[in-house]
Nanobody, 121 residues
Framework: AVQLVESGGGSVQAGGSLRLTCAASGSTGCIHVMSWYRQAPGQEREFVSLIRSDGTRQYADSVKGRFTISQELAKNTADLQMDNLKPEDTAMYYC???????????????WGQGTQVTVSS
């Protein structure tokens, strides 16, 4: 099984920066994609960014040019650097890991418990 723990959330003013970290443990060799999602109160959870094991990245249009995802395979972490934050970025941010399906890995996915990001105007 894979366990995920997010950290780095907090409160900042608009234009500020935060760096979120997702630390994975357990069967980390089974992870092939790590993603960040966010959910604002009263809204559905939405995709923010992902990074694949081959290093390719994707971003939601709303964060392109402001957020950068990276990973350190040796530390089993995936970071989300968030710059030029806006009030509309306020949400609970969740880390997700997609698990390979093969003779050694069970497939499926894992979620962290979330970390709160609040941006004031």
């Amino acid at each position: 099984a894979v366990q995920l723990v997010e950290s780095g959330g907090g409160s900042v003013q608009a234009g500020g920066s935060l760096r979120l970290t997702c630390a994975a443990s357990g069967s980390t060799g089974c992870i092939h994609v790590m993603s960040w999602y966010r959910q604002a109160p009263g809204q559905e959870r939405e995709f923010v960014s992902l990074i694949r094991s081959d290093g390719t990245r994707q971003y939601a249009d709303s964060v392109k040019g402001r957020f950068t995802i990276s990973q350190e395979l040796a530390k089993n972490t995936a970071d989300l650097q968030m710059d030029n934050l806006k009030p509309e970025d306020t949400a609970m941010y969740y880390c997700k890991a997609d698990i390979m399906l093969d003779p050694y890995c069970n497939g499926g996915h894992a979620w962290g418990q979330g970390t709160q990001v609040t941006v004031s105007s």
